[in-house]
């Protein structure tokens, strides 16, 4: 129990130190929200797509999981700078931790962007979206971006084309997710929803995801 | 168990095909102070790195008060590395990233530890700025002050003495003297003997 208890204080410390930076830089943020929303205009424009709920869902996973790929490039990218991650490799922590750390960082900030994206959804095409089931939708489809998202970063972190190769294997590994939330969202705009498999489905696949950061961090930090 | 207080046995090393540590052996005491020599290229960043365990090897042991070093969270604990290369986050300040640190040490009071300590290397005439803002010398310091505060019983310094002037080459010469008077072990890089006092007074030496 201590020891469960002070890995969750290590969690808070370094999800706090990247808030702290955040705040200073603001690049997450702005790069998640400023490129969704840029395709939300884009979208909003061509008031034939506007009237479509299958495709206004679909523009708004691609467009959030486009735009996570940037935030997360950023937000790994930061430790790898100055090679401040050496500080948290030297310390008495284990890697699994710093794997869990960075996912919680990019889920929170992948979260808030999401919040601000809606809004804006509400006010350029008039989608209520704050709905619960969307919401619970929309966390955990984005726990799984995050996840993914960070194991995909780490994995390719030594190698030269790191930013191509890494959403090059991000994409196809969070279809599922894209697929659970585009025909789940579909079915929630028409008051329609057929029951929650697919948000089973979502969770089991973030677990997997989040074991597999786990149990392969030793192989990533490690040289 | 071996006695000795850190073991080294048969250790290799290698980057692709090019094997940069071959079959070294060494036992060192506690309290020793060990110089590490060889010329650039040699492997003495990448041994330091080994006992950091910021690399792993391919063949060999490295046992510390018996323990072996691998992904050993005990080990790491006690051991302080000073890398020459400045590292640091650069949205947070001096004062932040070095209590970001003592935070993920485990100190008690990391605010309070910093504050008790921050005339060390003049640390406080630039604690508000940005990594980014400092020079070279700057950066080296907070890194100092970063591994030295903090109570460790092995510290790895890699080219410790690089970018400092001779203010600041006198009191890090004067906190290792104190460091090493406590039985603390310090391995030392260098191409330049003659920078600090204390590295005259090494016992042992790793040639690479």
């Avoid at chain 1, 979502?202 to 930090?221: E, K, R, T």
């Avoid at chain 2, 020459?84 to 100190?107: A, H, Q, R, W």
């Amino acid at each position: 129990m201590r020891n469960f208890l002070n890995i969750l204080q290590i969690i808070k410390i370094i999800v706090l130190k990247d808030f702290v930076e955040e705040i200073k830089s603001k690049e997450i943020l702005i790069s998640i929200i400023s490129y969704s929303t840029l395709v939300l205009v884009v979208v909003a424009t061509t008031s034939y797509i506007n009237n479509s709920i299958e495709i206004f869902s679909t523009i708004f996973w691609i467009s959030l999981s486009f735009s996570v790929i940037l935030g997360i490039n950023k937000s790994m990218s930061k430790e790898f700078e100055n090679n401040g991650l050496e500080m948290l490799l030297t310390s008495p922590i284990g890697f699994e931790i710093v794997i869990m750390s960075k996912a919680i960082t990019n889920f929170i900030l992948i979260s808030i962007s999401s919040a601000i994206i809606l809004l804006f959804n509400n006010i350029i095409l008039n989608y209520d979206l704050y709905d619960l089931e969307f919401i619970f939708l929309v966390l955990i489809v984005n726990f799984g971006f995050s996840i993914i998202g960070t194991i995909t970063y780490l994995l390719f972190s030594k190698a030269r084309g790191k930013e191509i190769l890494s959403p090059l294997l991000f994409i196809p590994l969070v279809s599922p997710l894209l697929m659970g939330g585009s025909l789940t969202s579909v079915q929630i705009m028409n008051n329609n929803l057929e029951g929650y498999a697919w948000y089973g489905l979502i969770i089991a696949y973030d677990i997997i995801f989040l074991l597999i950061g786990v149990f392969i961090s030793n192989l990533i930090f490690q040289e | 168990m071996d006695k000795s207080y850190i073991t080294i046995k048969d250790l290799s090393k290698k980057f692709n095909e090019n094997k940069i540590i071959d079959n070294l052996s060494i036992e060192i005491d506690k309290g020793d102070l060990v110089k590490i020599s060889g010329r650039n290229g040699s492997g003495k960043t990448t041994f330091l790195k080994i006992l950091s365990q910021l690399y792993t090897f391919d063949e060999g042991n490295i046992f510390i008060k018996g323990q072996p070093i691998n992904k050993n969270s005990y080990l790491k604990s006690i051991i302080s590395y000073c890398s020459s290369d400045s590292i640091f986050y650069k949205d947070l300040s001096v004062k932040n990233n070095i209590i970001f640190y003592f935070n993920i040490l485990g100190e008690s009071n990391p605010k309070d530890f910093y504050e008790k300590n921050n005339n060390f290397l003049e640390i406080n005439t630039f604690e508000e700025k940005f990594p980014e803002e400092l020079s070279n010398g700057q950066k080296k310091r907070m890194n100092l002050f970063r591994t030295l505060i903090p109570s460790f019983e092995i510290y790895l310094l890699d080219e410790p003495e690089l970018g400092l002037d001779s203010d600041s080459l006198e009191i890090l010469n004067q906190k290792l003297v104190k460091i090493n008077n406590l039985e603390k072990t310090i391995f030392f890089s260098t191409h330049n003997l003659s920078s600090l006092d204390i590295y005259n007074n090494f016992k042992k030496e790793i040639l690479l």
